[in-house]
C-alpha cells in the first residue's frame, strides 16, 4: 500500500497527508493539500477555486477473515476530494475528481472506495464537521473516499489460535502450543509429520 517511508508503511493519517504532499506535483494539486485538524482551525475551508484534498485524521478498519480463523485488519484512511468551481458542471468537476483517485492509485494506493458523492456545499460542510457558511466558494462536485493504507496486522477471536510471538525469534507449532524453533527436524509437527 504505498511506498514505504524507511521501511515503514504509511498506515497513519498524517503520514499520508505528507506523502501525498509530497506527491503533489503527480497529483497536480500543488498547494492543495490539507489535514483536516489544522483547515478545522482556519476561518474558512474552500477559499481557492479548483480542487481540493483533504485527509481526516480518523482511521476505520478493513477486517478480511481468513481461512485459519485469522483476520487480516488493514487502517481506512477517510479523505475529501472538492472541486470549487463556478462555472463547471457537476459531471466536469466530477470527472477532475476521478483523475486525481487515478494518480493517487498511481502512487501506491490501489484500493480506494467512494464511500459518498457529493452536490452540494452544504452535504461537504456536514461531512467535514464544519458550519455551511465556513465553505467559502461555490463547490460543484465533491467525493468522500477511503484508502486502504499500510501493511495489515492480525487480530484472532475467541476461537482461533494465537498468532506466533513477535520478539525476532523463529517459532514452530508443536502440541497446539508455538515453541522456540531450534532449527531443527522434528518428527511430529503440528498439521503434518516430518522424515528425518
Keep these: 500500500m504505498a511506498d514505504p517511508i524507511y521501511g515503514i508503511h504509511q498506515s497513519q493519517p498524517f503520514d499520508i497527508y505528507s506523502y501525498m504532499k509530497a ?13 483536516l485538524p489544522n483547515l478545522l482551525q482556519k476561518p474558512e475551508v474552500g477559499i ?12 476505520a478498519y478493513y477486517d478480511e477473515p481468513l481461512m485459519n480463523g485469522q483476520v487480516r485488519r488493514y487502517s481506512k484512511i477517510k479523505g475529501f476530494l472538492a472541486d470549487y468551481s463556478a462555472t463547471r ?11 486525481v483517485e487515478e494518480e493517487i492509485v498511481r502512487l501506491g494506493y490501489t484500493d480506494i472506495v467512494v ?3 457529493l452536490d452540494n456545499s452544504t452535504d461537504l460542510a456536514y461531512a467535514l464537521g464544519v458550519p455551511p457558511e465556513r465553505i467559502g466558494l461555490i463547490m460543484s462536485a465533491a ?3 477511503e484508502i486502504r493504507a499500510g501493511v495489515p496486522s492480525y487480530i484472532n477471536d475467541s476461537i482461533s489460535t494465537m498468532d506466533a510471538p513477535y ?3 523463529g517459532y514452530a507449532r508443536v502440541n497446539g502450543a508455538w515453541v522456540l524453533s531450534d532449527h531443527m527436524v522434528h518428527p511430529d509437527i503440528d498439521g503434518g509429520t516430518a522424515y528425518v
Design 23 to 35: 506527491n503533489a506535483k503527480k497529483l497536480n494539486l500543488v498547494g492543495r493539500f490539507s489535514y
Design 48 to 59: 481557492q477555486k479548483g480542487m481540493d484534498f483533504i485527509i481526516s485524521d480518523e482511521v
Design 89 to 99: 458542471t457537476y459531471s466536469e468537476s466530477n470527472a477532475n475528481i476521478k483523475l
Design 115 to 117: 464511500t459518498d458523492s
Design 143 to 145: 467525493e468522500i473516499i
Design 167 to 169: 520478539d525476532g525469534e
